[in-house]
């Protein structure tokens, strides 16, 4: 099997394992607008699907499509809407420029274009801009917590009217990230697209402009790559302001080591915010009953973001 087939493999089966069933003969008791363009990046739209529930609480869930930064319309799943939905969450379902054509620096890009879109027209979704929550497992939980610790705000001067909006978040909860590609399951390890994670190259093939050839070229310098693979981390960019986190991971994951989990909670709480991680005993990198563990997920924006 292909490595982008592999991928591809990967996130169905992430997804799969998150998506309780939906009976069909049970009417959703939700709205789902498909495609709804939050950007265009080289000619190409962004998009997202966006599910508002029968009883809106007025809170925003951000759900990360990604798997391996494979992103891919095709594997949202209604059924992972399902608890969510059923609390009242709007829930925006985001799908990012994939590798192996963009790599994770792109896709960040995306990230924050999508929250500050979001955040732009909160009113017509019924959503309220100051409680947006994140989510994601995986690589997607990874980009969930950059969202988390490297959200920034607008440029107010800028052309585009979303771009003047804030991409920080209220909370981020997720699924077995990654958190530090130079420390990765043990202290000096590079995951840079390497060792444990030398399956996924394409997202870490960092370019930039030659000015002499006009044309994108590998970065290949070592010190510039040490440089965009710490700004990537999310473990280091902790700061005091970082909004609650919660993480569930298997102690038994071989893709994302669980000490991923455990030194990102360690560095939030020497800053001072609140973070929780939920320990699943003997699980890889996803288990059999993992969808109900959204419940915890949908607890945890309970308790951070509904209105006291």
């Given at each position: 099997?292909?490595?982008?087939?592999?991928?591809?493999?990967?996130?169905?089966?992430?997804?799969?394992?998150?998506?309780?069933?939906?009976?069909?003969?049970?009417?959703?008791?939700?709205?789902?607008?498909?495609?709804?363009?939050?950007?265009?990046?080289?000619?190409?739209?962004?998009?997202?699907?966006?599910?508002?529930?029968?009883?809106?609480?007025g809170v925003g869930l951000?759900?990360?499509?990604?798997?391996?930064?494979?992103?891919?319309?095709?594997?949202?799943?209604?059924?992972?809407?399902?608890?969510?939905?059923?609390?009242?969450?709007?829930?925006?379902?985001?799908?990012?420029?994939?590798?192996?054509?963009?790599?994770?620096?792109?896709?960040?890009?995306?990230?924050?274009?999508?929250?500050?879109?979001?955040?732009?027209?909160?009113?017509?979704?019924?959503?309220?801009?100051?409680?947006?929550?994140?989510?994601?497992?995986?690589?997607?939980?990874?980009?969930?917590?950059?969202?988390?610790?490297?959200?920034?705000?607008?440029?107010?001067?800028?052309?585009?009217?979303?771009?003047?909006?804030?991409?920080?978040?209220?909370?981020?909860?997720?699924?077995?990230?990654?958190?530090?590609?130079?420390?990765?399951?043990?202290?000096?390890?590079?995951?840079?697209?390497?060792?444990?994670?030398?399956?996924?190259?394409?997202?870490?093939?960092?370019?930039?402009?030659?000015?002499?050839?006009?044309?994108?070229?590998?970065?290949?310098?070592?010190?510039?790559?040490?440089?965009?693979?710490?700004?990537?981390?999310?473990?280091?960019?902790?700061?005091?302001?970082?909004?609650?986190?919660?993480?569930?991971?298997?102690?038994?994951?071989?893709?994302?080591?669980?000490?991923?989990?455990?030194?990102?909670?360690?560095?939030?709480?020497k800053a001072g915010v609140?973070?929780?991680?939920?320990?699943?005993?003997?699980?890889?990198?996803?288990?059999?009953?993992?969808?109900?563990?959204?419940?915890?997920?949908?607890?945890?924006?309970?308790?951070?973001?509904?209105?006291?």
């Amino acid at each position: 099997m292909g490595s982008t087939n592999c991928r591809m493999a990967l996130l169905l089966c992430l997804l799969a394992m998150f998506a309780p069933t939906l009976r069909a003969d049970e009417p959703p008791a939700f709205q789902r607008t498909e495609d709804v363009i939050y950007g265009r990046k080289f000619g190409t739209a962004l998009t997202m699907d966006v599910f508002k529930p029968a009883k809106p609480n007025g809170v925003g869930l951000i759900f990360v499509v990604s798997g391996g930064w494979y992103s891919d319309h095709a594997v949202i799943n209604e059924g992972f809407m399902k608890p969510f939905l059923d609390r009242g969450y709007t829930v925006f379902a985001v799908v990012h420029g994939s590798q192996p054509k963009f790599n994770i620096t792109e896709i960040l890009g995306d990230m924050h274009r999508a929250v500050r879109y979001i955040r732009h027209h909160a009113a017509e979704y019924g959503v309220d801009p100051e409680r947006l929550g994140i989510m994601g497992a995986s690589a997607g939980g990874h980009l969930s917590l950059m969202q988390g610790t490297a959200g920034v705000a607008g440029d107010p001067n800028a052309k585009d009217e979303v771009d003047r909006e804030s991409s920080r978040v209220a909370a981020v909860a997720c699924f077995f990230p990654p958190t530090d590609f130079f420390n990765y399951g043990k202290p000096g390890e590079d995951a840079l697209g390497r060792g444990i994670l030398k399956g996924f190259r394409a997202p870490f093939d960092f370019e930039e402009m030659d000015n002499d050839t006009k044309r994108f070229v590998e970065i290949t310098d070592e010190a510039k790559l040490q440089e965009i693979g710490k700004a990537i981390s999310p473990v280091n960019q902790v700061s005091n302001d970082d909004p609650p986190t919660l993480i569930i991971h298997g102690d038994a994951d071989e893709l994302v080591p669980i000490q991923q989990a455990e030194i990102m909670v360690a560095a939030l709480e020497k800053a001072g915010v609140e973070a929780k991680l939920v320990t699943k005993p003997g699980a890889g990198h996803g288990w059999p009953d993992l969808p109900k563990d959204l419940e915890t997920l949908a607890d945890w924006f309970d308790e951070h973001l509904q209105e006291k």
